[in-house]
């Protein structure tokens, strides 16, 4: 088990008050062009989805302070861009949509062995979500360690490992490797949408400093 706290933050009031920052980027002055749109504006996926993303940005780079009268020093927290996602299905009618804080436009995909479709995407700086298609349900996963960091704007540590850049889905044991840059995290993925710190498996380190 990581020595890390990875009990799920994402429905903590902290965390969603500072997210909740992100809806004042979703506006018209703030919706990019179509020459700063990124290469995954569409994304087609399989059994006939296809993913609509729209990118927004602001040119101003600011903390917040005293946000929501919850925090009383700076973060690390800074919207500069949101993307506005829609999932639509064959017959292009949106069948799920949210919005992020993550500059990864990249939506990874895996078929589970109960044969479901299952999307992975980020909400934010850390963490991931899952969505399950059939279902139009999502799961979103941020350890409280990640929102702790980030809250700390004086804090000298280094990002805690959940950065991803990549996913590895075994059907055979359900096991979901884990790409962070500088190892691997391996979580049971026996139920994708219901994963927590009690699945967390392994931590692979790559040998580098």
């Known amino acids: 088990m990581s020595k890390w706290n990875l009990k799920n933050g ?5 965390y969603q008050k500072l997210h909740a920052q992100i809806h004042a980027l979703f506006c018209p002055e703030c919706l990019c062009t179509e020459y700063y749109q990124n290469e995954y504006k569409v ?12 990118r927004y940005a602001n040119t101003e780079n600011y903390s917040k302070r ?8 700076p ?23 949210w919005r992020s804080a993550s500059r990864k ?18 909400h934010d700086f850390s963490g991931w979500t899952v969505l399950d298609v059939e ?24 990002d805690l490992g959940f950065q991803c850049l990549g996913f590895i889905y075994n059907p055979i044991n ?3 490797a884990i790409d962070v840059g500088h190892g691997t995290h391996i979580f049971d993925f026996t139920d994708p949408i219901r994963v927590s710190p009690d699945r967390y498996k392994a931590w692979m380190w790559d040998g580098s400093t």
């Not at 436009?105 to 980020?122: D, M, T």
């Not at 409280?144 to 540590?157: G, S, W």
């Open 10 to 14: 994402a429905n903590t009031e902290v």
């Open 174 to 176: 359900n096991l979901m």
């Open 135 to 158: 279902a139009r349900e999502m799961m979103q996963y941020l350890p409280m360690d990640c929102i702790k960091t980030v809250l700390d704007a004086e804090t000298k540590e280094r």
């Open 75 to 97: 973060t690390r927290y800074c919207i500069h861009e949101g993307k506005d996602c829609r999932l639509m299905d064959s017959n292009e009618e949106i069948i799920m949509q």
């Open 105 to 122: 436009a990249q939506v990874y995909h895996f078929e589970h062995s109960n044969c479901k479709l299952y999307l992975i995407c980020f």
């Open 43 to 54: 994304q087609p996926l399989p059994r006939g989805y296809v993913l609509h993303t729209d």
């Open 66 to 73: 005293e946000i929501l009268g919850i925090l009383s020093k």
